[in-house]
């Protein structure tokens, strides 16, 4: 078994700089890697790109590092729900790439399996495609995709190894296993993290040899952005 | 009388067929769960992951790690599964969703559609709905059919930055049905009381008009 | 629920006609569709193209169709321990197709998610790429190879349930994932099915809406190609 | 004395470091997991979905749905995963794996390799061979120098079809180990017992030989 755990969120982040590119897992608040974010911000490392579907609230996820003037590019298919995203972008403050977030998916996907590029029916006849080539296959229109490059890719799992072996829970999974081994180095934070030997090889949803680093996270606060309930009768 | 969003919701339940995996856009769609018959088996995906959705959790139940692509707190049926985002767009790209139900700012006769952004004022981002419109090949459009100035969204052509070309095939407005086929919308039914000569004002592309026009029957 | 279950592996197999396009999981004889093998040789279907990693052994999996001079095509990766292939294939009897195997993963896999074609460096410079479109991305070579176009695929996973979630058993897991929803209609046979709730929604390796057909194969043989032992001490 | 295919795996085995994923092909390469060294952690990855292979099982422990890319019944070691082909041969095709180890039927001195077919003979397939060597950055063949006929199989050019290009970076036959760069095997170490001259007659394709080469210790 090879060893990909380190002792805390400092040695997680070791070599993080300046001007790098980052890819972050989740989707609005949810499966966000909160305790990288955190230490992202402690950091307060400048200019990075940041790769992430969303870009968190004003005052949560990285929202946080949109306060902070710490992003100078973000890469994302949304950006509904955060009011300083919103400004910064229309202001132009920060650079945003908006990019369908099935291609933002397979993206992350692609870096990870070793595709350089790939053809998405996704933003054909729009303006995510000018400068792009397009091509025709069986009388349908695609535009070609590059693969993301990324120096550091941090990811929230469930539970999780120290041989870098991942399960995921629920809807917090989305794009958290796509950037696995998708960067330079990839970052792990769990929530649990069990004996080797103690996850089922079967259910394994990510495995280690996709993970540089894991660590267990501390105090995950798990914010609900939408509570929406109903009225037990 | 024109619809709510409610009732919109309420016709677009209609059309979701039995054995159908739907996809529901954040907004009016998201309504449409509410209404489908209770006759039929039908499976919601939601694009952050989660296929077989059930209703909002009971207060007290809801869980951080369970939500739609709204960002709203869900619970899952029996038979329901969670997957990754590639995992989720295979299943739109891969043309396994049978329908598609978003909003829009705009749609044209040609099947245009348009709701991610108004240049320099509103960004949004297209989350899913750019990769959900270039595949699906049943897209029902929810939407107003003017904007609070009164004008069209019904459009010879879209103004705003386009989200998908010539895809939308149906388009269901607090006024009306209408199918959107050789470059025209084809009125099929009117909102209970609404006139087809109030469909046709409140809509600036090419409307087509064949036989008596029956009110939606709610 | 959308239920997809059959009540046996002929209605599993309605509609499949002679000169379809078949695809069949399995690596070796690990995770083969052995049901709905036995089926094709009954209705003695001919000359059907097949996509499989491998074709079996002479006198089990789809060597059973070889000896049976059912298929016109094979597309697989690998001959080796089948010599009724190898020889058919050497005197020209059957046409065969050799595909380097992660290409052939990736066209089923492109076919399951709506991928027209993909760039790959498997092949470049070999008799492979040979009057294919080869292209450089980064200083590198890469060839474009299109998705697969099947009729029917034969899917065999260890537990499923009526809504055709699937989950698979250790290796023979292999192809089977990745042909589901692969082709027209996606046929799977189950050691197990189990009800429809009893499988965790995180756990599922193949979510329902990937199949079309499901049941429960009878009398598994799962023969071993290579039983490998160590003594005990 | 030349060594046996035992031999040339355990001086394979020397190769493997420290933390090092490996992927082992089918044949001598397989005898490779004899001989890695205790104390290093090390994990054996085979492309039809497994990471972490351990020994083969116990007699009658063997499990029909748990093999390796041989085909062989094997166990696994605590750490493991399962995993479909896709995934496997994204670890692969995305240089997740540090070291491929793979035999073959002919090398070249520009790095080609051929493994899979004898035209009109012989066509075992490829298997995984085009996608490890197209995509792998740290290759070693493990082979015998010359075949049965005595013809070296180390060569200018390869005769036979090709599995790969400009791929190899290392060589271990019964004979040598050969470092292939700049159009050249670089001649490094001797098999016990064995002369440059011998190894020089062996070989057909260009052998630099730079000062004193030393026997391997195995």
Redesign the interface.
Known sequence: MINKKVNNVQQALHGVKDHMTLMLGGFGLCGIPENAIAELVRLNVKNVTCISNNAGVDDFGLGLLLQNKQIKKMISSYVGENDEFERQMLSGELEVELTPQGTLAEKCRAAQAGFPAFYTPAGFGTEVAEGKETREFDGKMYVLEPAFKADFAFVKAWKGDAAGNLVFKGTSRNFNPNMCGAAVITVVEVEDLVEVGELDPNHIHIPGIFVQRIFEGANYEKRIEQRTVRQKQ | MALDKNGIAKRIAQEVQD???VNLGIGIPTLVANYVREDI???F????????MG????????????????????T??????????????????????DLTILGAMEVAENGDIAN??IP????????????LV??AENIIVAMMHTNKRGESKILKQCSL??????CVTKVVTNLAVLEVKDKAFHLLERAPGVSVEEIQNATEGTLVVKGDIPEMSL
């Not at chain 2, 995906?45 to 077989?52: H, M, T």
């Not at chain 2, 049926?77 to 299943?91: V, Y």
């Not at chain 2, 960004?123 to 750019?130: E, F, Q, S």
């Open positions: 054995g159908f995996y088996e039908v499976e995906q939601s694009e952050n992951g989660v296929l077989g209703p909002f959790p009971f207060d007290g139940e809801e869980d951080a790690d369970i939500i739609n692509a709204g960002k709203q707190t869900i899952t049926m029996p038979g329901a599964s969670f997957f990754d985002s590639a995992t989720s767009f295979a299943m739109i790209r891969g043309k396994h969703v991610w952004k320099e004022k509103m960004v949004k981002g297209m989350g899913g709905a750019m990769d270039a595949s930055p386009l989200t998908g070309v010539g």
